[in-house]
């Protein structure tokens, strides 16, 4: 008798999703294998699936280009430790208006991911003024929705209208052209993938309550020359102005540099997350400070020295 | 024959919002005198009417401390000069959940902002499990839209079910305890209120596509001592990861050390919006260096020597 | 009747000295006008002088290459408030050994001012092993004396045989070659010179007893991007370990960031004297930040904003 | 047969010079042991004999309260690699005037170390105007000189009237009352004694001749928290501007801070040498971060992190 274990990978479902896409991207360029997709409601329950055991990866939108960060997929990696990000992939998203029967025109409401209305909602404002949003759990629910008699249309990515039998009323919808969305695949804790020297790591972390401790802990990357390129700061929910910082960082933990900052952030945090080293998506500066050699040297210096060899 | 002038001051309406609370509540403290109060749409609808000159002031959400930002405001500040931040004041937040006829066990649909959805979620996990969302653009929205039969239950501030004759099915809902809610009052950009040394400094900018550019710009601040309580990155809509960087200082800018910065800001940045320094609620921390004599001294000392006096 | 005013100016004398030479140097570079050269001991006579106003000017040597920061010249300046720099020469410095009668091999004792004397310590042990050094006030009293019959030997600029009538044994002496000595134009304290974009400019400081103060001291320039040339510390002789620190900048008092920088050094030094902002000889680089353009619309900036014009 | 080795140490000679004092002070204290006491003519020629291992250590003078650091010392530790300092003691330092026969208002010429006679000249102006100073290698030479009457009157520990036979005319002369000297004891390089906690660790380096070089190796110490007392430009000789720096840094290179700015100043630097760590005299504060456990629990989160442990 032969066992078969197939992976398992949770994605924000139903089918027909740009997630189940970002999933399906990742396994054409090889970053995972064949699997079997598990449908999850949001991306906290794909994250919950694998801090469980229960999935071996998630695939979850973290950020797009008009709307920002998926505020509910760092929240999700911020709640609790045992999820890391792996790898990342960006995708183009442009929505098609899909109804069941019904035109534009005689549409009451329409339905889709609250995150996808943000970026259609002008070109709504000019074709279908006036129309009711319902907001559904994900674009393809959306479509389902539309199917089951629950909305009049459904803005969702083209290849849904397939999978629920609907009419395309219009396609490539997008108030800003060229929106791209980023997606992570998020698997347990563990050695992250090797440097390849274009690489972003991820971070959060909550400071003690004192006067320029948010600065302090920022100079931390700046003394060393490490980059971030995005910083939010989200309520802990204890309070107005008490924060949870998220921040994108160029480099890998392997770099010195950014192995050194988060060291001493560990120091000057109350709590601190590594959410990943992960190669970045498009990035063509190599991270890392060039002068690996010489900080090999300045190591062994130091050691010499402090044996007295 | 006598022209009487009343102010006119927009906030998210219709009628029984949190942010029509939070205007009176202006009012209550006499920052703003007796004004019409004009509904708006949304946050950028009102910010926008203040830029036009259609009204004198907007009472906007900007912050709640479960959900953190009210991005739409945000980004309406950013969008273009011209409206500033001349007062806040913070309001706890409890809904109240409201029917015409129905009971909750037989209600199918929910209707309420989205912020405030994000705020009763887990609450209506348990008591209310499998209840359809439908968002509305206010939480009073959400009742009159149940008040005309549109949805089934409405979450709005109690008092809005005496205003569209509904039903409290459930009160003081929250899933998180003492939920804050910050609201501003924006007005055409202008002197800024006096400084009371305990204010909030708030200002957006965007920075040259360049390694290091963010660390450096925060270190206009680091260096100079000034606090940061909350940084921001929101998307240019140009392309994933291009930002824009959202700062909350403590301080105003009559103090040296915040206009300073912020002098240093302008010339580090590709643009800098100053959106206001107003009294911070609640800031028991007195803004600026302690040493303001000293800072004088040692102005009067540069300017001797330069004058060679 | 005709009142002619000739300004004094004191020097290391008596003449024949290097300091001499250098001032005659900035006579002909046009520095100063015709003078009257008013012999003095030392250094610290010739600055004291100078705060007392019996003379315009003070010209002394301040470092050179060889031995470093003289000393007596440094303590001079910062021992009290009054006088200021306002040019520097740099001269290249030989010394010749002059007899009266005798020969090198003959002589039993040198003479020469011990700065003088680290210079050609090592030309000595070849060519007068064991010869007696006594030390003289300037090399033009060494020779001076040599010409009353109290030593032997003077090392002298060749001139000084000239003068003193002596016999010149050898020239060009010098243990290391392309030695140079920088002398400076004392003056009592004013207007600086106007700001070159070459300029070199000097300050003297105390600092609190605090663990970090000369550290945070030294990050007010190295924040602004100040450009320290050198820094020595010196004995306030009230017990080891304590400070008065001197720092050469590379800018102008009136260059934005070091006027900035010693203004924040101001609040943070218990004692800060201003040396003086002077042309820097032989500085090709040109001080100052390349944005003063930006700098000034980023004040203007502030000031609209503060005013809310 | 039993061979027995007797340590030797080089002071500065001939007997009867505070160097001698200080050795034995070191003896008393049970920092080296008993030993053969070596006269060296001054402070290179015994540093030289240390590297040469024709010593075991060699103890010289550093620095004093009156005229700072005794710069022969430190540019005979900057010229070569193979020398470190292991202690230091403190000794006050009073002179007394010693005559063969005269009293000191016949006497005609002066003779000690230069650096003593710094200490002794307004005492000398009061009560012996116009005598010539006739600078000798040590104190106790000077003494010597005296007893074989090249010069008058000796500026000398009391001691050497007793070793030389002369007669004191004058005891406890100094012109700053508490006067002090330190000495440190420096043997060949190698494994720097324990960390005590209040240490002192000194390093010389030269830096690219770079703008704004020196700021930035300084501030490699700054950002690290490690406090600096004491900085010095020593000229390289290679021309006027071009320095050689020494830092006296508190704590010792197996503070991790410590260590790991002199790494970072290892990759920032031209050259760099490491003159020593050891147990600092009269220093009451403890070096370190009092977060030692932060630190080492920070860098076990960032080892586990990177293997994914």
Redesign the interface.
């Known amino acids: 008798m032969v066992l078969v274990s197939v992976m398992r990978i949770a994605f924000l479902g139903p089918s027909g999703t740009f997630t189940e896409a970002a999933l399906k991207a990742f396994q054409a360029r090889g970053v995972v294998a064949e699997a079997e997709a598990v449908a999850a409601a949001n991306p906290r329950e794909a994250i919950q699936a694998v801090r469980a055991g229960e999935v071996d990866y998630a695939c979850v939108a973290i950020?797009?280009?008009?709307?920002?960060?998926v505020?509910p997929t760092f929240d999700a990696l911020a709640e609790a430790e045992g999820a890391q990000i792996y790898a990342e992939v960006?995708l183009a998203i442009e929505f098609a208006l899909m109804t069941r029967g019904c035109t534009l025109a005689q549409a009451k409401s329409i339905t889709t991911h609250?995150v996808a209305?943000q970026q259609i909602q002008s070109w709504l404002g000019e074709h279908a003024p006036g129309i009711?949003?319902?907001?559904a759990s994900s674009n393809a629910a959306a479509a389902q929705a539309v199917a089951e008699g629950?909305a009049d249309v459904a803005a969702a990515p083209v290849h849904a209208a397939e999978i629920y039998g609907l009419d395309v009323q219009a396609d490539h919808v997008a108030d800003?052209p060229?929106?791209?969305t980023?997606f992570v695949l998020v698997g347990r804790?563990?050695?992250?993938p090797a440097r390849t020297g274009a690489d972003r790591t991820s971070a959060v972390f909550t400071l003690p309550n004192r006067?320029?401790s948010?600065?302090?802990a920022?100079?931390e990357?700046?003394?060393r020359?490490?980059?971030?390129?995005?910083?939010?700061?989200?309520?802990t929910?204890?309070?107005?102005?008490?924060?949870r910082?998220h921040v994108d960082i160029?480099g890998h933990?392997?770099d010195a540099p950014v192995?050194e900052a988060?060291?001493?952030l560990?120091?000057a945090s109350e709590t601190?997350s590594?959410l990943g080293s992960w190669p970045a998506e498009g990035l063509t500066?190599v991270s890392g400070r060039p002068?690996e050699a010489?900080?090999q040297?300045?190591?062994q210096?130091?050691e010499h020295?402090?044996?007295?060899a």
């Open positions: 950020e797009n280009s008009v709307d920002g960060p505020t960006d609250p209305y009711e949003f319902i907001a629950r800003v060229d929106a791209r980023r804790s563990g050695k992250p006067p320029g948010l600065v302090s920022l100079g990357f700046a003394m020359g490490v980059d971030l390129t995005r910083i939010e700061s989200r309520p929910r204890s309070g107005l102005g008490t924060y910082f160029l933990i392997d192995g988060l060291q001493a560990h120091m601190l590594f500066r002068d010489a900080l040297q300045a190591r210096w130091l020295i402090r044996k007295g």
